[in-house]
């Protein structure tokens, strides 16, 4: 028996079958050819275009050259330029030409603050070659040698001033208080050239006291704080002092721009009160009990209490008469004033000035120390007058000081009657309640030699 054909399990065999089948190779034969050939013609084309070059990087400035080899240096609290620049190794007639070259650029030399930076540069055989001054963030002093010359230039970034007013009370002291406003020592300083001459800040404030300040301050352009610029007005009242006010005047004078009060008259004297910024008496003028020599004796000025290595400075204009070691009195200097009047400086660590030398109100003069005999870091200062003991702490008594010429006092009235109703119109704190401070100047602290 011969089974059918089932089409669901048999298929014809067609007669195109191996021809379908020779074409279908040649088609991928064809194909591949096309492709790889293809790929490897863009393979080629691409090794034959050159990659374009990257695009070179901005070359930077050249850095100016350097004048010489660099020395860093600082100018020290109660530092001028001169022994500044002295210390850095520039000799004398260098520094003196580089003050004079200063000038011509009009360098503000009455506002050398502390850590104010500087660099010197310095050549073949050490020869001095230049000077760069960082003056604050917003100015700077270049000086170069040109042709044998010194030649200085300013060089600014453009700020701008801006009023600043405080009120305050003392609390333990002036600068204390002046922190607390969250303002720094440099406005404490400009508080003390202001009234050095009529407040002794190591015996006068007492606790409730108050000041009030007008003040410029420099920003950038972005704001940032860069320091101060004038203290224009200020006003202190104290339980010993009175009221006091100053108001600054500015008629392109050196000799008459200052601070004056209401009266017309110049608030710089002849003296400053003290000789030093401190808050600590140890010992005063009269009769004590020497803790070296052990007997009761006469003590011919008024100790001051400071750590060593603090500024000292010289009281009023004067020439040193002498600048040495004197003994007992260590390290001493002695500076002849106006009228017959010798100031003395003792047991100083350093000294800052040399004999014959002409020396201005408030110039270092040396530093605070304990060489001679003492028990302890400190400043002796001494005043005679005709060869008399005086008693420092009543200096005020000898100072003098000088009426504003009459051709500027129009101008001083405008200044006053601008500044003056802004400077009583700044709040302040309330008083304390506390009792204030009894105004003995018997309250002294255990003597220091």
């Given at each position: ?149 010194l030649v200085a ?107 004056y009060d209401e ?48 500024p000292v400075w ?136």
């Amino acid at each position: 028996m011969r089974f059918g054909r089932d089409p669901i399990f048999y298929k014809r065999r067609s007669r195109f079958g191996p021809v379908a089948l020779i074409i279908l190779c040649l088609a991928l034969a064809a194909g591949g050819w096309y492709y790889y050939g293809h790929a490897a013609r863009a393979r080629a084309k691409a090794k034959a275009t050159p990659t374009p070059a990257a695009k070179p990087s901005p070359t930077p400035a050249p850095t100016p050259a350097l004048p010489g080899t660099p020395h860093a240096g600082e100018i020290a609290k109660g530092q001028n330029l001169f022994p500044a620049l002295q210390a850095a190794g520039v000799a004398d007639a260098d520094a003196n030409a580089v003050i004079e070259s200063l000038k011509a650029v009009d360098f503000p030399f009455r506002n050398i603050r502390p850590a104010q930076t500087f660099t010197a540069y310095f050549g073949d055989a050490d020869a001095f070659t230049g000077l760069d001054y960082t003056f604050d963030r917003s100015v700077r002093y270049e000086v170069r040698r040109e042709a044998d010359k010194l030649v200085a230039r300013k060089l600014e970034t453009p700020t701008a001033l801006t009023i600043q007013t405080i009120g305050a009370r003392v609390t333990d002291c002036v600068y204390n208080a002046i922190l607390s406003q969250n303002e720094t020592d440099e406005l404490a300083s400009l508080v003390s050239n202001l009234f050095a001459w009529d407040i002794d800040f190591s015996l006068d404030p007492r606790a409730g006291d108050s000041f009030r300040l007008i003040f410029e301050k420099k920003k950038m352009a972005s704001g940032e704080m860069l320091g101060y610029g004038r203290l224009l007005a200020g006003e202190y009242d104290g339980q010993r002092t009175g009221r006091k006010q100053g108001f600054w005047l500015e008629v392109g004078d050196p000799e008459i721009d200052g601070f004056y009060d209401e009266t017309g008259m110049q608030m710089r004297k002849t003296f400053l009160r003290a000789p030093l910024d401190t808050m600590r008496i140890t010992s005063r003028f009269g009769m004590r009990f020497h803790p070296i020599l052990h007997r009761r004796m006469m003590h011919e000025g008024v100790d001051y209490g400071a750590a060593t290595g603090t500024p000292v400075w010289a009281v009023a204009n004067g020439t040193v008469i002498f600048s040495g070691s004197a003994g007992g009195a260590g390290n001493m200097v002695r500076i002849r004033h106006a009228g017959d009047v010798v100031s003395m400086y003792l047991h100083l660590s350093r000294l800052a000035v040399r004999n014959g030398q002409h020396v201005r109100q408030r110039q270092l003069i040396g530093r605070v120390g304990s060489t001679g005999r003492a028990t302890g870091p400190h400043l002796d200062f001494r005043l005679t007058r005709n060869n008399e003991y005086l008693n420092p702490q009543k200096m005020k008594m000898y100072s003098q000081s000088k009426k504003l010429p009459d051709q500027y006092r129009a101008q001083f009235d405008q200044v006053m009657a601008r500044l003056r109703p802004q400077l009583e119109a700044i709040r302040l704190p309330p008083p304390p309640a506390t009792t204030p401070t009894p105004d003995t100047e018997t309250d002294a602290a255990a003597p220091t030699p």
